[in-house]
């Protein structure tokens, strides 16, 4: 299964390393990336020293938590494979917009992984997003894919 896709900056396991327990998942990267590794010891104490860390720290898995609860309501709650890929493209476009009225990103996954995200089938995420092209909803271009129709990308998924 494929968690949630972690951006530059971003802290991983923070929250088994502060509940002093094995962190439960495994990471891949997409790109080459440049990772750091903490020790716990020395995490908890430079948490310790810096009370400012703390509250971000604590914020930071707050806002995991959030993004997990909203992954379990679009896999238990939207009713057909279109509402999902439709969920995650939406979020994906929303995250990488960054304020600037253009939905676009680079779809950085397979169409198995994106299956696998929106808990459907490959075929049917082919098929879907096919759809969406001819309806003028997405236009795709190598891996860039762009929503062009928000709204009706959103009504097509109902």
């Not at 914020?59 to 997990?68: F, L, P, Q, R």
């Not at 459907?120 to 997003?129: I, M, P």
Request: hydrophobic share 45%.
């Amino acid at each position: 299964m494929i968690l949630p896709i972690a951006g530059p900056g971003e802290v991983l396991g923070l929250s088994a390393t502060l509940s002093d327990i094995p962190y439960e998942v495994t990471a891949e990267t997409l790109e080459p990336t440049q990772l750091k590794h903490v020790h716990r010891l020395e995490f908890v104490e430079f948490l310790g020293a810096h009370a400012a860390v703390g509250r971000k720290a604590a914020k930071t898995i707050a806002k995991e938590y959030h993004s997990v609860f909203l992954d379990a309501r679009r896999l238990a709650l939207s009713g057909s494979a279109a509402g999902k890929l439709v969920q995650l493209l939406l979020e994906w476009a929303n995250t990488s917009a960054c304020g600037k009225p253009e939905f676009r990103f680079t779809m950085a996954l397979t169409q198995e992984e994106l299956a696998n995200m929106a808990g459907t089938s490959r075929e049917t995420v082919t098929r879907l997003l096919n759809q969406f092209e001819r309806d003028h909803l997405i236009t795709r271009r190598g891996a860039s894919l762009t929503i062009v129709d928000s709204p009706g990308l959103t009504l097509f998924a109902q």
